[in-house]
């Protein structure tokens, strides 16, 4: 790889995309995080902005001190101060960065900082020299560059080179942009800035339109060899580019870009899963590249062209991404072949004429279910379920939550089930992160199945006076699906739960009888 052709990858995801409501991190999260960045061999962690806060300063150094391989930056306003704070919070990082940013467009000029253009250059020059003396990989970005005059960016930009940072960052921050505009833009400022040859150009795009990442790819195609981004694209208000969705592309359409970064791209699903736990916001099904739809295929035209060749509708391999790969979804939308395909993978010797007998039961269970899932099939094609599937031995009894409680309990559930051969009625009381948690374990601890919940999806249906709940269940390596329709919402998803519990309790059996 000559040097022009790696795109470093400058990862925000602790820096931006923690300051975003909704998504802020507790120092231990941020390692969780930043351990993940790690393992993706990323170039460069933002690891956050020391001055903000102490809490921040002291988790940009408890990454510094524990994080080895990429560079540990901290962002700093262009101040003594914040240049400062950054310089002593990086300070245990073997390879270590300031980056520092000042205002420069008419807006932030006249209405935010009160500064004429001269002053702001002036201070440009001082602190991005101080900077330079307290670390030697400084990073300038003259923020709101997009909406900056261009005469006046290449002034900001050159007057930061000659100070010493080493690297320009050009900010859309305000998500305005377009690719031809910022392709434009990096290769006039790479050709108009005296000094351009030694230093490396930046995007960092915001997504207010929707185009962070397609501007960072289009600036990249200008000249940038930087890209800021974050992943699962979180940052301030709609985010910044996606890490994921710019790294993939980059990959998948080398024969288009010409370039290529160091990320471990195994690391990508793993990494979007960590942050998503921590930081306890789903990743959305139809996220590209991370989503749980993104390598899945439902409609049964899609799934006859990928079993013949996954090339028809599939452009990077799951397993590229570190995502565990079941790419056909069985569904409501899915067809004969599919349904043949997959109960054959089950060890099933069915004939075409099954199959067609199959295919109506298999529908009717279907519509009732958001996915079809190993277990579901088994039960069907054993020829042991009804046309609901969910029929089991154990029915709920008894629901009772206890979430308000004081500081020194945790919160726990009483639940009594009922086994359909038993007479007497079994109670047990468990503890758990929530109530519905302490549920599932009670459940767990009264069956004596081991499950897990994976997915559990609640809908309101307020012309009914419902609650319909779906639970996705994990016992060992399997999945089991379980409904139902409650009036409170607590009864609906232990209900559910103990649904996908009665599946998994009877499956093994099913399946040795068929064998
Ligand atoms: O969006 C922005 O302008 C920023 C800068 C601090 C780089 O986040
Ligand atoms: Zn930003």
């Known amino acids: 790889m000559t040097i022009d052709s790696h795109v470093k990858?400058?990862?925000?995801?602790?820096?931006?995309?923690?300051?975003?409501?909704?998504?802020?991190?507790?120092?231990?999260?941020?390692?969780?995080?930043?351990?993940?960045?790690?393992?993706?061999n990323v170039d460069i962690i933002e690891a956050g902005f020391a001055a903000a806060s102490p809490g921040d300063a002291r988790a940009v150094r408890a990454v510094a001190e524990e994080i080895e391989g990429p560079i540990i930056c901290s962002l700093a306003r262009l101040n003594e101060k914040d240049i400062d704070a950054a310089a002593e919070a990086i300070g245990p990082a073997r390879r270590k960065?300031?980056?520092?940013?000042?205002?420069?467009?008419?807006?932030?000029?006249?209405?935010?900082?009160?500064?004429?253009?001269?002053?702001?250059?002036?201070?440009?020059?001082?602190?991005?020299?101080?900077?330079?003396?307290?670390?030697?990989?400084?990073?300038?970005?003259?923020?709101?560059?997009?909406?900056t005059e261009?005469?006046?960016?290449?002034?900001?930009?050159?007057?930061?080179?000659?100070?010493?940072?080493?690297?320009?960052?050009?900010?859309?921050?305000?998500?305005?942009?377009?690719?031809?505009?910022?392709?434009?833009?990096?290769?006039?400022?790479?050709?108009?800035?005296?000094g351009a040859d030694n230093v490396t150009f930046s995007a960092h795009c915001h997504d207010d339109l929707g185009m962070a990442v397609a501007n960072s790819l289009a600036a990249v195609r200008g000249g940038a060899r930087q890209i800021e981004c974050a992943i699962n694209g979180i940052g301030e208000r709609a985010g910044n580019c996606s890490m994921e969705e710019a790294v993939m592309a980059l990959a998948t359409r080398k024969d288009f870009f010409g370039v290529e970064t160091q990320i471990e791209t195994t690391k990508i699903y793993p990494?979007?899963?960590?942050?998503?736990?921590?930081?306890?916001?789903?990743?959305p099904r139809n996220k590209a590249i991370v989503g749980r739809n993104a390598f899945a295929h439902e409609a049964g035209i899609h799934q006859h062209g990928v079993l013949a060749d996954r090339r028809t509708y599939e452009i990077m391999d799951a397993e590229a991404v570190g995502m565990p790969s079941n790419s056909i979804v069985l569904g409501k939308h899915s067809g004969k072949h599919a349904l043949a395909a997959?109960?054959?993978?089950?060890?099933?010797e069915v004939t075409g004429q099954r199959i067609e007998e199959l295919f109506p039961d298999f529908k009717k269970l279907a519509d009732t279910a958001r996915e079809v899932t190993d277990a579901d099939l088994v039960a069907l094609v054993s020829g042991n379920t009804d046309h609901d599937g969910r029929q089991?031995?154990?029915?709920?009894?008894?629901?009772?939550?206890?979430?308000?409680?004081?500081?020194?309990?945790?919160?726990?559930?009483?639940?009594?089930?009922?086994?359909?051969?038993?007479?007497?009625?079994?109670?047990?009381?468990?503890?758990?992160?929530?109530?519905?948690?302490?549920?599932?374990?009670a459940v767990c601890a009264i069956t004596g199945v081991a499950g897990r919940i994976a997915v559990l999806d609640l809908h309101h249906i307020a012309d009914e006076g419902i609650v319909r709940a779906e639970a996705i269940v994990a016992v060992g390596e399997e999945r089991y699906t379980g409904t139902a329709h409650e009036v409170d919402v607590a009864d609906a998803a232990v209900a559910a739960f103990v649904a996908a519990i009665n599946l998994a309790a009877g499956v093994h059996a099913q399946r040795r009888a068929v064998a």
């Open 271 to 283: 990494a979007s899963v960590a942050l998503s736990r921590v930081t306890h916001n789903p990743i």
């Open 342 to 348: 997959r109960i054959k993978s089950l060890g099933f």
């Open 150 to 194: 261009r005469d006046y960016l290449v002034d900001a930009v050159t007057a930061a080179i000659e100070a010493g940072a080493s690297t320009i960052n050009i900010p859309d921050t305000v998500g305005y942009t377009t690719p031809e505009e910022i392709t434009d833009l990096f290769r006039f400022l790479i050709s108009e800035v005296k």
């Open 9 to 40: 990858i400058f990862d925000t995801t602790l820096r931006d995309g923690e300051q975003a409501p909704g998504f802020s991190m507790s120092t231990d999260g941020k390692l969780v995080i930043a351990r993940a960045l790690q393992a993706l």
């Open 392 to 441: 089991g031995p154990w029915r709920v009894r008894r629901v009772e939550l206890r979430a308000d409680v004081d500081d020194d309990t945790r919160p726990f559930a009483r639940i009594t089930l009922k086994h359909d051969e038993q007479d007497e009625r079994q109670t047990v009381i468990s503890e758990g992160e929530g109530p519905i948690d302490a549920a599932f374990s």
């Open 97 to 147: 960065r300031v980056h520092t940013f000042i205002g420069t467009s008419p807006t932030h000029r006249d209405a935010k900082l009160k500064m004429s253009r001269a002053e702001i250059l002036g201070k440009i020059s001082t602190l991005v020299a101080h900077a330079r003396s307290a670390v030697e990989d400084v990073e300038f970005s003259p923020e709101d560059a997009i909406r």
